[in-house]
Every structure is written in C-alpha cells, then in structure tokens.
C-alpha cells in the first residue's frame, strides 16, 4: 500500500515569495490533515479536511495560509506572503475516519526555509 | 499552543535498559495516541489507548493511561538502538471544539547507545 505523499521535500524561498506543498493521501482516507512543525516542537494542526469540507482550520493563519483538497483527494498548502517564522517541516496526514478516534498516516513532510 | 507536556525532554539509555516516558494534556480526551519520529521513517504510529482504557501492550511497547490525573506514560522494554527516536504523546479531543482534534505535546528524544 502506497504512503501519503508529499511534494515537494525541500523549499528554500525569500520572505514576502509564495510557495506551494502539494500531499497526495492513502487512497480511501476521508480525513486529511496539515501539520506545521517548527524544530525542536511537536506537530501543530493548520486544517483538517473531511472528504471536501473543512472540520478544523481554527489555527490556521488566514491571512497568508490557504488550503483545500479538490475531489476529497489532492490536497494543496499555499502561503502568500511568507514570513521568516514560517520557517518548518509541514506534514501532510491521512486517516480512515478522522475526529483523532484512529491512527494517522503521515508523509515525509516539506522542509521549508524562509530567508 | 502545544496542550501535552512530555518529560524528560531528553533520554539517554543504554542498549537493554527500559525507556519510559511520561506525557500530560489539559482537557478531556476521546484517546491518547503515541508517535515515533526520526530522520529516516517520518513520524509513525506506536499504539492508540482509548480513554475508557488503562493499559495497553504493543510488542515491546506498554502504555498506561490514567484520565484522574490527565497523564500516560510510555514503556519501552529491552531498548535497542534502533529505538533512537523522538517520541511524541497526542490526544485526541472529546468535546467542544476539541473533538476529534489530535493535539500533540513537545516530544521527548530518546537516545539508545549501542
């Protein structure tokens, strides 16, 4: 069984550029997720997605952070403009069904460098 | 902001020796999941302990929950360098609106030597 795939593994951009983090899940995961996690932290939540719909984007930054997952598959992380603090590894994760009652699927994740 | 508090932060054992690691979260919980992180796999699953529970065994894995004290430990028998790893607690929300949502704590890297 393939992982969850990401895209790409590394990024390095200059403050105020756009950059874009594509994720692929395990085929007939309904729950998505992005993490973002800052060195030497644990994984903190940006957006959760069931199929289409959006469960939980309350610590998503919306002023710069955008996401969706178009067909309840694909799923994109966009950030415009960066900021030097959004410097972090962002994880892309997948499970059955979501509401943290099971196991989640992470992929390798996208380092991200702001200079 | 992180809701699990890990402790140690840092663990440094020696290859045989059990490893175990404590974590607390704040708010109620549906679970209490523990995950594994290194350069080489991403971060993995360990085992999920449901809040009705109090015990739970993974092969070399033990995991306790106690839902009085909001706290879980971590028990890892027979270490091997392998095991080299950040180890991360996350618990899973059970109302309002931290259902369903996996908070994760800071982490606690352990460090096996051979």
């Known amino acids: 069984e393939a992982g969850v795939a990401q895209s790409p593994r590394y990024k390095i951009i200059e403050k105020r550029q756009s950059v874009a983090f594509w994720c692929n899940p395990i085929s007939g995961h309904a729950t998505l997720y992005w993490y973002q996690q800052i060195l030497g932290q644990g994984p903190k939540l940006l957006i959760q997605f069931q199929n289409n719909g959006v469960v939980d984007d309350s610590q998503l930054p919306k002023d710069r952070f955008s996401a969706e997952r178009l067909k309840g598959v694909d799923s994109t992380l966009k950030i415009q403009p960066a900021k030097l603090e959004d410097s972090a590894v962002y994880l892309c994760?997948?499970?059955?069904?979501?509401?943290?009652?099971?196991?989640?699927?992470f992929g390798p994740g996208t380092r991200l460098t702001v200079t | 902001s992180q809701q699990g508090e890990e402790d140690p932060q840092a663990l440094s054992i020696q290859e045989g020796e059990n490893a175990t690691m404590n974590c607390s979260y704040k708010t109620s919980i549906n679970n209490l999941q523990w995950y594994r992180q290194n350069s080489g796999r991403g971060l993995v699953h360990l085992i999920l302990i449901r809040s009705n529970e109090r015990e739970k065994h993974s092969g070399r894995l033990r995991v306790t929950l106690d839902t009085s004290k909001k706290s879980s430990s971590l028990l890892i028998t027979a270490s091997r360098a392998a095991d080299t790893a950040s180890y991360f607690c996350?618990?899973?929300?059970?109302?309002?609106?931290?259902?369903?949502?996996?908070?994760f704590g800071q982490g606690t890297i352990l460090t096996v030597h051979p």
């Open positions: 994760a997948s499970s059955w069904a979501g509401r943290g009652r099971n196991e989640q699927y």
């Open positions: 996350a618990s899973g929300g059970a109302g309002g609106t931290s259902y369903g949502k996996l908070t």
